[in-house]
């Protein structure tokens, strides 16, 4: 597929942005990047992170009760580098989520309270990457809720109603940014933030260390996707148009 000649642009009237995604660093290893970019120009942008992330490490506790307060610490600071707006914790317990509809109901709520003009979640779809990563349970889950969310349950008023009663009218999300998707087809130049990203990730110290091999390899992946669009640093989505 020919590289388009510019890298994608958000229009400036989306002031507002929802990231989704199921633990604490999903964000920082993926969209990070753009998310930084997208708050130095003066957008809020806000996370929601389903899982309180405690499966993710093998120490602590049996439970993870142990390690969950930890990254909370962990992923406040990490969204005080992005310059994150506000993270909302849906404290579902990590590794076991499903893509139910008390999950979408939910996000929904998130969705309407926030009332985004874009929502950014990861591709349900993938099963796997490359020969070497089988995408987590969890990802697949809270992306196949989220985008059920944007449509069609947030804009429709028939659906959960009892959100109806909690004051939350529907809202029309305008854009959805799909990261993760095979292929890509825009792309955020994310050169001048590049390093933002990096210390962000780095923020998640209980999943990666001293992160000594963080900057290579996001830097890596950056150089890939800025391949596509004809710049040093990118990362990708499929791009969905809900909204002209
Ligand atoms: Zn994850």
Redesign the pocket.
């Known amino acids: 597929m020919p590289a388009p000649r510019t890298p994608y642009q958000m229009r400036e009237a989306f002031g507002t942005i929802l990231c989704i995604?199921?633990?604490p660093?999903?964000i920082e290893?993926t969209i990070a990047g753009s998310v930084a970019r997208w708050t130095r120009e003066g957008r809020a942008v806000f996370f929601c992170l389903v899982t309180t992330g405690g499966a993710g490490t093998n120490e602590h506790t049996p439970s993870g009760d142990g390690l969950v307060p930890i990254r909370e610490r962990e992923l406040h600071e990490a969204a005080r580098i992005l310059g994150v707006q506000e993270v909302v914790l849906l404290g579902y317990t990590d590794g076991v989520v499903e893509p139910t509809l008390g999950l979408r109901r939910d996000l929904t709520r998130v969705i309407r309270r926030i009332r985004p003009d874009v929502v950014v979640c990861s591709d349900p779809t993938v099963r796997w990457y490359a020969n070497e990563y089988l995408n987590?349970p969890?990802?697949r889950a809270v992306a196949s809720a989220a985008l059920d969310a944007v449509f069609p349950s947030s804009e429709t008023r028939g659906i959960f109603p009892e959100l109806l009663t909690e004051g939350l009218e529907p809202h029309k999300v305008k854009e959805v940014l799909i990261s993760g998707a095979e292929p890509a087809d825009a792309w955020v130049d994310i050169g001048d933030t590049l390093a933002v990203k990096c210390a962000a990730l780095k923020a998640h110290a209980s999943q990666v260390g001293k992160g000594e091999w963080v900057d290579a390899m996001l830097g890596e992946w950056a150089k890939q996707a800025g391949k596509r669009v004809g710049v040093e640093s990118a990362e990708g989505y499929r791009r969905m148009i809900l909204w002209r």
């Open positions: 995604a199921a633990h660093d999903d290893f987590y969890d990802h």
